[in-house]
């Protein structure tokens, strides 16, 4: 699977929800609240066994976002 | 105004609507409510539970978020001679229905337009018209001149929930006698005066938010400025702390964390006004209190504290404007605890000698009797007859200061908010293709903080292939978060006999957390999914 199928699934087991697309900001349109964003970073981070930054997190609003952090940190 | 001799938390509110009607009581986005409004509004709650027909003693649940009407409410049950029982107002239908069931509530307060959508499936729930749902929209009272009881001292003023287990239901039956002495024991030790200046955002239907945020100041007649609970958006509370020029302030310790995360600007911020910032209600890290009044500019504000709802709330918080002082561990002191309450360190049922870590042993002149309607957990909670047994781990040093060095109970501590690992296990089980769920809390030592982490072992039949899991993992988060309204931090599905049990059955949950951290689990090759 591509990492953006992985992350996807990922977000979805995270959140419980049965479908997410890329597009979709967590926070409005998935219902997740700090606590969850932080849990899948920590479950991303565990997954591709990187690390990833702080400030870099700030700007994860999207799907998408995810999936460019890991795209461009492995 | 200096603070009043009263006995019972509605002759403060009495006292204060009749000597200062027109002050402000608090204040909430950007309206403010004085003691007469506040006052009037407790009556015709009040009254509006007389006609539901509420007797004196009777539960009355409330889930209400922060905001004006969580108080009307609260008060109002008090007023009308019943008993509140605050919980969080964003339990699903399910567990409040079982919430009722355990403290025999039958009327239930939700907030006003907070979720339509649950407030019908909650009175369909209920409607075999036993239980009797309202908001606050619904009272509606010509008639507000009744004579309600008298409320004495040693009444019942609350009981706080701090497990929902169906099977160990853990409600702190708390007096107003038990609330009265430990806000005077809070207000003399964190040297609260009516200068102060309070902003919270903590919610008010948990111990800290309600007793220490919002009853001292009531009971002070000081400022209480009062924010919606909203961790997404921490700069709120800043916001507030410098626009009312705050000087008292609380939160756990993840409250400071996120702030650390979401500000990328400190210096925007001006907290200079803050004298102090209680750090309580989860364990105190020592680097979140540095890096916090580094980046505000701040010295010897965010001061440690301890407490828990069976010893009313407050038990002991370091002394005010002094530097912190940490163990070698990196535990950081929660000082002494409060006049009239004195902590004794309890090993094999033995006090253990200074320096040793034990359980440690509450005794207070602000001790509750123990959990409503639960005989066996109460025999349990004390020690000595006249101590209660915290749960919490930790020694006493040479110079007498308490540390906090673990936990004995089985709970998971989430942004502040107790959870019992049996709650949550009592709710993954119920997934039907799960055998038996276990739940740990799990501190990975980083921003996240300690985090729920269950773990799933499958019926043989239904392992199945990985769309199967992942709708399993699915329903398992989905059903806890609906039914408590948080999600876990990772649900592993593991292989039959994983979870370690005591010989009678019971999960060993420190061994479960130990294999976990320290990779046996994965590489014994437990973990069927998924795969990190």
């Given at each position: ?18 479908s ?26 565990d ?13 994860a ?5 995810l ?8 | 105004m ?21 002050r ?10 004085t003691?007469e ?23 009355v ?10 108080f ?29 069931g355990?403290?025999g ?8 337009g907070?979720d ?12 075999d ?15 507000c ?9 040693s ?6 929930y ?5 099977g ?26 009516t ?13 800290m ?14 400022d ?32 400071y ?10 210096s ?8 102090m ?7 105190v ?9 580094r ?6 504000v965010?001061?440690?504290a ?17 530097p ?32 040793l ?17 639960n ?15 915290t749960?919490?781990?930790g ?9 906090i ?18 709650e ?24 996240e ?29 989905g ?24 010989d ?11 294999a976990y ?10 973990i ?5």
């Amino acid at each position: 699977m591509s990492v953006a199928e992985d992350i996807k699934a990922l977000v979805r087991l995270q959140l419980g929800i049965a479908s997410v697309e890329a597009d979709q900001v967590l926070t409005e349109d998935l219902g997740a609240v700090s606590a969850d964003i932080l849990n899948i970073v920590v479950a991303i981070e565990d997954k591709y066994d990187i690390e990833i930054e702080e400030s870099a997190l700030a700007d994860a609003r999207t799907v998408a976002d995810l999936i460019g952090l890991v795209e461009s940190g492995k | 105004m200096p603070a009043p001799d009263v006995s019972t938390l509605i002759e403060l509110l009495e006292y204060r609507a009749r000597h200062s009607p027109a002050r402000m009581a608090f204040e909430f986005g950007g309206n403010s409510v004085t003691y007469e409004a506040l006052w009037r509004h407790v009556n015709r709650f009040a009254a509006h539970l007389v006609s539901l027909q509420a007797a004196r003693g009777d539960r009355v649940a409330i889930l209400m978020p922060n905001g004006p009407d969580f108080f009307f409410a609260f008060y109002g049950a008090q007023r009308a001679g019943a008993i509140p029982v605050p919980l969080y107002p964003e339990l699903g239908p399910e567990r409040i229905v079982s919430y009722a069931g355990q403290c025999g509530a039958r009327i239930i307060f939700l907030g006003a337009g907070l979720d339509d959508e649950r407030a019908g499936k909650l009175r369909q729930a209920c409607s075999d018209g036993e239980l009797v749902v309202t908001v606050p929209e619904d009272v509606v009272v010509s008639d507000c001149n009744i004579a309600f009881p008298d409320i004495s001292s040693s009444d019942t003023a609350f009981i706080q929930y701090t497990s929902g287990s169906t099977g160990d239901p853990k409600g702190v039956v708390i007096s107003h006698d038990n609330l009265l002495t430990n806000i005077r024991q809070m207000v003399e030790a964190m040297r609260i005066t009516t200068e102060d200046i309070f902003v919270s955002w903590l919610p008010v239907h948990h111990d800290m938010g309600l007793i220490l945020k919002t009853m001292v100041p009531f009971y002070l007649g000081l400022d209480l400025h009062l924010l919606e609970t909203d961790l997404n958006h921490t700069s709120a509370w800043l916001k507030a702390i410098e626009a009312h020029k705050a000087t008292f302030t609380a939160s756990p310790d993840f409250g400071y964390r996120l702030c650390l995360r979401q500000i990328r600007d400190p210096s925007r911020f001006d907290l200079t006004s803050l004298r102090m910032a209680v750090n309580a209600a989860e364990p105190v890290r020592r680097t979140t209190i540095e890096a916090f009044e580094r980046a505000f500019g701040l010295r010897n504000v965010v001061t440690p504290a301890y407490g828990l709802a069976e010893a009313t709330v407050g038990v002991s918080c370091w002394p005010p404007g002094r530097p912190i002082k940490t163990d070698s561990h990196g535990n950081v002191s929660a000082g002494r605890p409060f006049n009239g309450i004195s902590v004794a360190i309890v090993e094999n049922g033995e006090p253990a000698e200074t320096g040793l870590v034990g359980e440690i042993a509450v005794k207070s002149t602000a001790l509750p009797h123990g959990y409503f309607d639960n005989d066996t957990a109460n025999q349990a909670l004390f020690w000595r007859s006249d101590h209660i047994l915290t749960g919490d781990l930790g020694y006493i040093d040479e110079e007498g200061d308490l540390f906090i060095a673990g936990r004995k109970k089985n709970i998971i501590i989430l942004s502040g908010r107790t959870i019992y690992s049996r709650e949550v296990e009592e709710i993954a089980d119920g997934v039907p293709p799960v055998r038996r769920a276990a739940a740990v809390g799990i501190d990975r030592k980083r921003l996240e903080g300690e985090q729920i982490y269950v773990f799933a072992e499958m019926r043989p039949s239904a392992v199945g292939t990985t769309e199967k899991r992942e709708a399993t993992v699915r329903s398992i988060v989905g059903a806890i978060f609906r039914q408590l309204g948080v999600r876990p931090g990772r649900v592993y599905l593991v292989k039959p006999r994983t979870i370690p049990l005591t010989d009678n059955g019971k999960v060993r949950h420190a061994h479960l957390r130990q294999a976990y951290l320290d990779g046996t689990l994965v590489g014994e090759g437990r973990i069927l999914f998924p795969d990190y």
